[in-house]
């Protein structure tokens, strides 16, 4: 009697759990770059119970539900077109941005190109966290400069010709345009792809943390285009992988699942006014 009373509470739990998140996922239909989750389920331990009139000499007694983990979907989503030379969307890939905070060195993963440029010249997030990559042509990785600089001009001789602005290519080189119709390479993105990104921590503002129990295929980034990582295609952002019609038919779901606990347990709080009603 009471075992169903606890199952029916572990249900009400769990799959208030599952409404949370799928409210977290509704709400973020249109975030740049943010993956929906979901809650795995897994039965908890079972009693074993022996006795007269068994079928078997023993049988169990499953005791309700536990949420044995949430998963993220990593599928990409769909690539809207922008103005911004600075945004940019990870297309046909499972690549990630890196970018580090500057006041502690530490690390995040991203799928959010909504960057800016700061004061300093440098590719930033709206946090300040800075983008990865290879600097001039294929210097050290470091923070990623978005402006013309003499430290990665390499043997470029700008002569008198102008700096007019930047452009980012599919492989991820930033292109310094000059006026006269010469170029350089400022440097290059890279991106790194997780063997296995379930080990990635949502940390808020469409970062990741946990990067190194990911284990990222090159602790330095990928070329983009290469291996699965994707392609960066510029002036364009990734949305939400949110699917509105599977969140709402899951959310029925889980309503109606959470409504057949209730029920239970009320059916449990019944019976048992009834076994205390016989010894009236």
């Known amino acids: 009697?009471?075992?169903?009373?606890?199952a029916g509470v572990s249900g009400l739990q769990q799959f208030q759990s599952q409404i949370d998140l799928i409210g977290?996922?509704?709400a973020n239909v249109n975030t740049t770059g943010f993956k929906s989750a979901r809650v795995n389920f897994a039965d908890t331990f079972v009693e074993a119970m022996s006795g007269p009139g068994m079928a078997d000499a023993s049988s169990?007694?499953?005791?309700?539900v536990v949420t044995d983990g949430v998963m993220t979907s990593f599928k990409g989503g769909s690539i809207t077109a922008t103005e911004n030379i600075t945004d940019l969307a990870i297309e046909n890939g499972q690549g990630f941005f890196t970018v580090i905070d500057p006041?502690?060195?530490?690390?995040?993963?991203?799928?959010?190109?909504?960057?800016?440029?700061?004061?300093?010249?440098?590719?930033?997030?709206?946090?300040?966290?800075?983008?990865?990559?290879?600097?001039?042509?294929?210097?050290a990785v470091g923070?990623?400069?978005?402006?013309d600089d003499a430290a990665i001009?390499?043997?470029?001789?700008?002569?008198?010709?102008?700096?007019?602005?930047?452009?980012?290519?599919?492989?991820?080189?930033?292109?310094?345009?000059?006026?006269?119709?010469?170029?350089?390479?400022?440097?290059?993105?890279r991106l790194k792809e997780f063997v296995?990104?379930?080990e990635l921590t949502k940390l808020g503002h469409n970062l990741y943390g946990n990067l190194d129990?990911?284990?990222?295929?090159?602790?330095?980034?990928?070329?983009?285009?290469?291996?699965?990582?994707?392609?960066?295609?510029?002036?364009?952002?990734?949305?939400?992988?949110?699917?509105l019609t599977g969140e709402f038919s899951n959310l029925i779901v889980a309503q109606r699942a959470f409504q057949a606990n209730a029920r239970m347990i009320t059916g449990g709080d019944q019976m048992m006014q009834e076994i205390v009603a016989l010894k009236r």
Do not use: C, H
Not at 143 to 147: P, S, T, W
Not at 215 to 243: F, Q
């Open 60 to 64: 169990s007694f499953g005791s309700g």
């Open 1 to 6: 009697m009471l075992n169903s009373l606890n």
């Open 213 to 243: 129990a990911a284990s990222p295929t090159d602790p330095d980034g990928s070329i983009p285009g290469t291996g699965n990582t994707g392609v960066i295609r510029s002036r364009a952002l990734e949305s939400s992988n949110v699917d």
């Open 196 to 198: 296995a990104p379930q």
């Open 103 to 139: 006041e502690t060195e530490a690390s995040y993963a991203t799928r959010s190109g909504n960057f800016k440029v700061n004061e300093q010249g440098f590719l930033v997030t709206n946090q300040g966290f800075r983008v990865q990559g290879t600097l001039g042509d294929g210097q």
């Open 153 to 189: 001009r390499g043997g470029f001789d700008p002569g008198n010709a102008n700096f007019i602005g930047t452009e980012v290519t599919g492989d991820g080189r930033i292109l310094m345009l000059f006026d006269d119709g010469a170029s350089y390479q400022g440097g290059q993105i």
């Open 143 to 147: 923070n990623l400069l978005f402006r």
């Open 24 to 26: 977290n996922n509704i």
